[in-house]
Nanobody
Framework: QLQASGGGLVQAGGSLRLSCAASVRTFSTYTMAWFRQAPGKEREFVTV????????YYTDSVKGRFTLSRDNAKSTVYLQMNSLKPEDTAVYYC??????????????????WGQGTLVTVSS
């Protein structure tokens, strides 16, 4: 199970940090990702972090603004979002799968999902 938290309302240019805590036995082997879904749009990939190595990948629109990290001892990932823009407004979902998948940006490759947390960026 995944428990996401940290969403809220922020002005453009502000920051938020999302957290996703996982209830799994071998968290370090899990690939963890964030997706988002804006009103009227399809769910889209935001970022992913590999287990053990901690290698991260980002969609182009958030590169340089968002940072994904993990604390394997706490079975938690953190998404630090800086310089937020109104177009970042969406429900953010954390997702997990054990081990890596090369098609990491496809939602269908993840087996566990958090409940979603709303991020609203006002202009």
């Amino acid at each position: 199970q995944l428990q996401a938290s940290g969403g809220g309302l922020v002005q453009a240019g502000g920051s938020l940090r999302l957290s996703c805590a996982a209830s799994v036995r071998t968290f370090s082997t899990y690939t963890m990702a964030w997706f988002r879904q804006a009103p009227g749009k399809e769910r889209e990939f935001v970022t992913v972090i590999r287990g053990n190595s901690g290698t991260t990948y980002y969609t182009d629109s958030v590169k340089g603004r968002f940072t994904l990290s993990r604390d394997n001892a706490k079975s938690t990932v953190y998404l630090q979002m800086n310089s937020l823009k109104p177009e970042d407004t969406a429900v953010y979902y954390c997702a997990a799968r054990q081990y890596w998948h090369v098609s990491y940006s496809y939602a269908t490759n993840y087996i566990s999902w958090g409940q979603g947390t709303l991020v609203t960026v006002s202009s």
